[in-house]
């Protein structure tokens, strides 16, 4: 009896230093008014009521660079599978966002709230796709909620593979990609692609 009394309360006092020793380890690297003045920036673009339910500070990938610290945010819409990205942003020492470097995956909610209306599921982008005439290729797609950067949102990016052959050097393969917008399921670009 002692002994499984021993053994509940070690493993209560392991557990209870795991839980918080983890709770933002990387916080401490980062001073608090420099996080503040990142979460203003997001929000500017996405609303306060936006950012609070959806967008949370990756205190494990947030990284110390020359002159400032790489922001990363994981983004999330909670009763909505696989809508899900990263944020990423540099800022100075100051927290002042260094707009001559990328900026990804920050949905501009407030100058265009449709944007932030992800009502097209993956299955749903699926069906929009093959309704749409994208060929089924030679394997199954790989379907992805993704940033793109060249229209500055997040799409669904259904990939069909059309031929692919691989040697003991080189591989081969074509396809085509549709880019499908979560907000209203039309169809953005389809564009082919390939590797040699």
């Not at 990804?104 to 709230?113: F, M």
């Not at 009502?119 to 089924?136: D, M, R, W």
Request: glycine residues 6%; aromatic residues 12%; neutral net charge.
């Amino acid at each position: 009896m002692f002994k499984v009394f021993l053994t509940i309360v070690i493993s209560s006092l392991f557990f209870a230093a795991c839980c918080t020793c983890s709770v933002n380890q990387n916080s401490d690297k980062i001073p608090e008014v420099l996080i503040k003045s990142s979460n203003r920036f997001v929000i500017s673009k996405t609303g306060e009521e936006f950012f609070n339910n959806n967008i949370k500070p990756n205190y494990e990938k947030i990284t110390k660079i020359t002159n400032g610290y790489l922001m990363v945010y994981n983004f999330f819409i909670p009763d909505k599978k696989g809508i899900e990205g990263e944020i990423r942003f540099s800022i100075d020492t100051l927290g002042n966002v260094q707009k001559n470097k990328e900026i990804v995956g920050i949905p501009e909610c407030l100058s265009n709230p449709e944007n932030c209306s992800f009502n097209i599921s993956k299955e749903e982008a699926v069906i929009i796709a093959s309704t749409s005439g994208l060929e089924k290729g030679v394997k199954n797609w790989d379907v992805h909620f993704k940033w793109n950067s060249i229209y500055k949102k997040y799409a669904w990016e259904i990939i069909s593979t059309l031929s692919e052959s691989n040697g003991t050097e080189f591989q081969r393969a074509n396809g085509k990609t549709m880019l499908i917008d979560p907000a209203n399921g039309n169809i953005i670009e389809t564009s082919d692609w390939q590797i040699h």
